[in-house]
């Protein structure tokens, strides 16, 4: 059993049920970057990403928040929610800019890796792979007719009725015309947006947990937790797995450092509440860190990769130090 090592995490308050997603920015000056977290109570918050210190509340959903996810610059948010919607918000006013309706749940959010992003991917219990322009339109916007005199943001949907289950999760690849699904029909899925289909699939093993790109690398390696395994695939070749490592446990996340070649998980049941640092290359576990009372259904490396945050069932995002000596509030 690898030794429980003494990292003391720091734990971010405020929210009042679970939290099924974090995102952080890029570095945005002078070794800044931001954290936002999706929650069921409603309400995404921002938060400085180095000390965890919140910023502020997204307030407008009617329903559980997903998933959320902040522009590389970080000067806007997007948020997937319960009550039908989509949300692109102003991130230093808070201010709903766009509110996308949808016929089901949304449960995934995307912008591409530029910044201030002019379009947004979605996805969720419809099923549908959608694309909307946010640069024409208000803040209004509706697939369905909407009798309000605002024209609504322009969108169209990609590869209709080849996903057979939920989206669960969209990113971005470096290349801004390639995006990936993870869905609940257990595949991964490539899409070109200039052709509108697939370039690309794997199908994972077990109940898709994340999918998210490793954001320590230029080119971004795509990190997949399925069942009991994790797959790390070549973002830029749609379909190239690197690996797969399959482990003990049930996991429902998991995030690379590619730099470090190491790679962290979380565990997926109330029984099995740690966060799992492991080696890439051995393939072992090298810490098991205590600290949640509930799943972790999410986890990222800060875009410096100094710091890991995860977030969970038990309502709480904690931020864990990865770097020797001193950092934000490590002293």
Not at 81 to 103: C, I, M, R
Not at 144 to 173: C, F, L, Q, R
Not at 287 to 299: F, L, Q
Request: glycine share 8%; hydrophobic share 35%.
């Amino acid at each position: 059993m690898p030794e429980t090592t003494k990292v003391v995490p720091l734990t971010c308050h405020g929210h009042s049920r679970p939290v099924p997603h974090i995102h952080f920015s890029s570095i945005v000056e002078e070794d800044q970057y931001y954290l936002i977290s999706a929650c069921k109570d409603k309400n995404p918050m921002l938060r400085n990403g180095t000390t965890g210190d919140w910023i502020g509340t997204f307030l407008g959903h009617n329903g559980a928040v997903w998933q959320s996810r902040l522009s590389t610059d970080a000067t806007l948010a997007a948020t997937a929610s319960a009550d039908f919607s989509a949300k692109v918000w102003d991130t230093h006013t808070g201010e709903a800019l766009h509110t996308l309706q949808h016929n089901h749940i949304v449960r995934a959010v995307a912008f591409p890796n530029q910044p201030r992003p002019q379009i947004l991917a979605t996805g969720g219990m419809e099923k549908k792979l959608r694309i909307f322009d946010l640069s024409r339109g208000s803040s209004a916007s509706s697939p369905i007719n909407d009798s309000s005199s605002a024209a609504p943001a322009m969108s169209y949907e990609i590869g209709a009725g080849v996903h057979t289950g939920t989206i669960k999760s969209i990113v971005w690849t470096a290349d801004p015309n390639i995006l990936v699904t993870a869905s609940e029909d257990k595949k991964i899925r490539w899409w070109d947006l200039r052709t509108q289909s697939t370039v690309g699939e794997y199908t994972v093993e077990g109940v898709v947990g994340t999918c998210e790109m490793d954001n320590t690398s230029a080119d971004g390696i795509l990190n997949v937790a399925s069942g009991h395994s994790v797959y790390f695939f070549n973002s830029t070749a749609p379909g190239t797995l690197i690996k797969s490592i399959k482990t003990p446990y049930e996991i429902a996340s998991v995030a690379l450092h590619s730099g470090q070649r190491k790679f962290v998980t979380g565990g997926s049941s109330q029984n099995d509440t740690w966060v799992r640092v492991w080696d890439f290359d051995e393939e072992k576990e090298l810490e098991t860190n205590k600290g949640h009372h509930g799943p972790i259904w999410s986890v990222s490396f800060s875009p410096d990769g100094k710091l890991y945050a995860t977030g969970s069932e038990d309502g709480t995002v904690k931020l864990w130090k990865f770097t020797t000596g001193p950092y934000g509030l490590w002293k």
